[in-house]
């Protein structure tokens, strides 16, 4: 996502890219043969894919792939804000992603109705929210979840009051 709102997808496949412009309108090219007018935006997108496999990928490396995730629209990113302990982000799917800023992970699926939990570690743990309502949980995941409901709570009062 870009600062102008644009935004652009890089597809599983790592050749097609998704392009949404300002007013939500798509089109489709691959990483080489694209509108020079996306040159910029292009290269960006390169550099964040190098960074994001060599620093990022690493952390969810055993999760498994559905083959569903195959034929299902891609989400991407919708919006994202940064406060003083965390980057939330808020996918077109409705999974909001809190990354903090002593590199701890929270995952809110509501498809699911689940959390995904990345410790210290780089663990990843899911649990029902149910499951947590049932048993509880550990100290560093309910503060986790306390102030993500609690920044959620405000982005969701401003867009709806």
Same mark, same amino acid.
């Given at each position: 996502?870009?600062?102008?709102?644009?935004?652009?997808?890089?597809?599983?496949?790592?050749?097609?890219?998704?392009?949404?412009?300002?007013?939500?309108?798509?089109?489709?090219?691959?990483?080489?043969?694209?509108?020079?007018?996306?040159?910029?935006?292009?290269?960006?997108?390169?550099?964040?894919?190098?960074?994001?496999?060599?620093?990022?990928?690493?952390?969810?490396?055993?999760?498994?792939?559905?083959?569903?995730?195959?034929?299902?629209?891609?989400?991407?990113?919708?919006?994202?804000?940064?406060?003083?302990?965390?980057? %939330?982000?808020?996918?077109?799917?409705?999974? %909001?992603?809190?990354?903090?800023? *002593?590199?701890?992970?929270?995952?809110?699926?509501?498809?699911?109705?689940?959390?995904?939990?990345? *410790?210290?570690?780089?663990? !990843?743990?899911?649990?029902?929210?149910?499951?947590?309502?049932?048993?509880?949980?550990?100290?560093?995941?309910?503060?986790?979840?306390?102030?993500?409901?609690?920044?959620?709570?405000?982005?969701?009062?401003?867009? !709806?009051?």
């Amino acid at each position: 996502m870009f600062n102008d709102t644009t935004k652009l997808i890089l597809l599983p496949n790592q050749i097609n890219v998704h392009f949404i412009d300002k007013d939500g309108k798509e089109s489709y090219m691959t990483t080489t043969d694209y509108s020079k007018a996306l040159d910029k935006k292009m290269k960006l997108l390169s550099y964040f894919k190098r960074y994001m496999t060599e620093h990022l990928v690493k952390a969810g490396a055993n999760n498994v792939n559905f083959e569903s995730d195959q034929i299902s629209r891609m989400p991407h990113l919708h919006s994202w804000f940064r406060t003083t302990c965390a980057v %939330v982000m808020h996918l077109t799917n409705g999974t %909001v992603q809190l990354n903090f800023s *002593d590199h701890m992970k929270i995952i809110l699926c509501p498809r699911m109705s689940a959390i995904t939990y990345m *410790d210290h570690e780089r663990n !990843f743990r899911t649990y029902r929210f149910s499951t947590i309502i049932q048993h509880g949980c550990s100290k560093d995941l309910y503060q986790k979840i306390r102030y993500a409901h609690e920044k959620l709570s405000k982005m969701l009062e401003k867009m !709806f009051f």
